[in-house]
């Protein structure tokens, strides 16, 4: 039949083994803490941008670039360039692991996005080897349930 694999280890190995596994946790929570302001940011702003510069091109109603007017193409080219200017406010996060959520304050162009939510929540994911990476927007409940 099948083999069974036992490891025992006990004392001062034990020991060791569970300080090396709690500093391990330790560091990926720090350097997760440490990095939530800079990396998290640029990770997530390229996303951020992308949905207002859609939000601008619906702007369109469905015409195609050759349908428009000149003045139509100057205002959409000035809302394209109002939507690449984000400015994320605040970020915290909530999580632990690789799974986090963040709740961020966003204005753009100076103003409160048009939807005016200047509140937004994120799902990301955190690896001490890759860093930061966007996984997708959520509601604020997902951020408010996290425990820490």
Do not use: C
């Not at 490891?7 to 034990?14: D, H, L, N, P, S």
């Not at 997530?44 to 000149?70: C, H, N």
């Amino acid at each position: 039949m099948g083999e069974t694999f036992e490891i025992k280890v006990r004392g001062w190995k034990a020991l060791t083994l569970l300080l090396i596994a709690g500093m391990i946790f330790v560091f990926t929570q720090v350097k997760m803490r440490s990095t939530i302001g800079t990396e998290a940011i640029d990770a997530l702003r390229p996303w951020i941008v992308a949905r207002f510069m859609r939000e601008a091109l619906a702007d369109l109603e469905g015409k195609s670039y050759a349908e428009l007017t000149q003045e139509e193409v100057e205002t959409l080219g000035d809302n394209l360039q109002a939507a690449s200017r984000v400015d994320i406010r605040s970020i915290q996060a909530k999580g632990h692991g690789e799974n986090v959520v963040v709740r961020v304050e966003v204005w753009v162009d100076g103003k409160p996005p048009r939807d005016g939510k200047t509140i937004r929540y994120y799902a990301m994911n955190y690896s001490a080897v890759s860093g930061w990476t966007f996984s997708s927007e959520v509601g604020p409940l997902s951020y408010w349930v996290e425990l820490w």
